[in-house]
């Protein structure tokens, strides 16, 4: 069974299945990243509208390039999508997870923070795995701490996050107005798109 969702980005779809695919985040915006790691991305960016492929949980969302129409693609992608799975292809390689953890640390390990200011950034961390994960999961994206430094927080954002008009309405009044309201050594949220 796979249905679509709307997100709150135009260009990105969410396609939802009735089982796990993938246990963990994969973010795919390059064909040579999807080529290394996932068959299911890789597949989806031989259509020529396909721009990325996020892939969490029992979900695919895709983005689209912006001249093309979901009406005239949709469709195609769910029927190409659903067929994928049902012939129990490969979704994303092995190792995935302790690659991306191996190039998290490497960056983690880059992070500048002073030793005061760990303690902010473990509550920050918190904050976003706790209570915007899971409603920017539910659009069909994803959200990732990159570092403090001076009250001013950066994070990525990911799948249909990434590039969508709403997502500087979420960030300001959303996350950044409740960072602000429980740490108020934050002064200010900006973002990366992944």
Sequence with gaps: ???????????SLKYVS?????KGTADF?????????????????EFPYVKGVYIANNFVTV???????WEDIMLNLKSFIKEYLESE????NDGFAEAMAKIEEERGASYDYSEEDAD????????????????VEMDGGNIEF???????????????????????VTLKAGIEGMLKRMLPQVKEVVAEMG
């Design 146 to 168: 990159k570092k403090y430094d001076q009250g001013i927080v950066t994070v990525v954002l990911q799948g249909s996050c990434s590039g969508c008009p709403s997502s500087t």
């Design 29 to 45: 915006q390059e064909e040579e990243f999807a080529q290394e790691w996932s068959p299911l991305a890789t597949a989806l960016f």
């Design 89 to 92: 292809k490969g979704i994303i």
């Design 63 to 69: 983005t689209k390039e912006f001249n093309y129409g």
């Design 1 to 11: 069974m796979l249905y679509t969702e709307q997100t709150p980005n135009p260009e």
């Design 120 to 135: 902010t950034v473990n509550k920050i961390k918190e904050l976003i795995d706790t209570y915007v994960r899971p409603a």
């Design 18 to 22: 009735n089982r796990m695919l993938y």
